[in-house]
């Protein structure tokens, strides 16, 4: 069974802070991704990484950066939290074909 | 146009009925299709893929797929209270890489 974790289910910060979302799979998936979900707006894409170190930019990264230094793990960072990044953040991590999903982290920035 | 179309619902079914979920995409060169159950407040979890044309059953769902329309269809049959939740397509284009690009997803409602 693939799993993918993210650190925390709910986060709360303030305007301004700097934000880690950390994301682990245990699948050795090569791609892994970082979406952002609002009501209205689906699924949009931040930011994903098809290997080590290697990170490509997707639909929104603006206000985002991403580290991936292990296989494994995934790294979403806020550099200054805004208020307009309260969002659910959702890790997913993909093999040749199926995607899967992390529980999400529900981001509040007040 | 979107690259992948779903419709928004809410698509009300009764009890026991037959469940039809349909989305359209864009790019006729596309190689995998898949369909996740999001429950709210959820992630998305994935319970169809389909990759070449015609029906896949598993259990109480059908994947259908058509590349010649460029549409998928997601059949769920018996449709019970715990089948209400928002359905996402996701396609996976050949010239998208390894992303997928998914539909906004169709909202499910079950009624007793």
């Known amino acids: 069974d693939v799993k993918v974790t993210q650190s925390s289910r709910y986060l709360v910060k303030r305007t301004g802070e700097k934000v880690f979302l950390e994301c682990v799979q245990d699948m050795d998936h090569e791609n892994m991704f970082w979406y952002r979900q609002d009501p209205g707006l689906g699924l949009r894409l931040i930011y994903f990484?098809?290997?080590?170190?290697?990170?490509e930019k997707g639909d929104i990264p603006e206000g985002y950066s991403v580290s991936r230094e292990k296989k494994e793990r995934f790294s979403l960072i806020l550099e200054s939290a805004s208020t307009n990044q309260t969002s659910m953040y959702l890790c997913?991590?993909?093999?040749?074909?199926?995607?899967?999903f992390g529980p999400g982290t529900r981001l509040t920035v007040t | 146009q979107k690259e992948v179309e779903q419709n928004s619902g809410p698509l009300s079914v009764p009890e026991g009925a037959i469940a039809s979920l349909n989305c359209t995409y864009s790019d006729r060169v596309s190689q995998s299709f898949f369909w996740y159950r999001q429950y709210s407040g959820k992630s998305p979890e994935l319970i169809m893929s389909?990759?070449?044309?015609g029906d896949k059953e598993d259990g109480r769902f059908t994947a259908q797929l058509n590349k010649a329309s460029q549409y998928v269809s997601l059949l769920i049959r018996d449709s019970q209270p715990s089948d209400s939740a928002t359905y996402l397509c996701?396609?996976?284009?050949?010239?998208?890489?390894?992303?997928?690009?998914f539909g906004t997803g169709t909202q499910l409602k079950v009624e007793l």
């Open positions: 990484s098809y290997d080590v170190k290697m990170k």
């Open positions: 997913a991590s993909k093999d040749r074909d199926e995607q899967y």
């Open positions: 996701a396609v996976n284009f050949i010239r998208g890489g390894n992303k997928l690009t």
């Open positions: 389909i990759y070449s044309n």
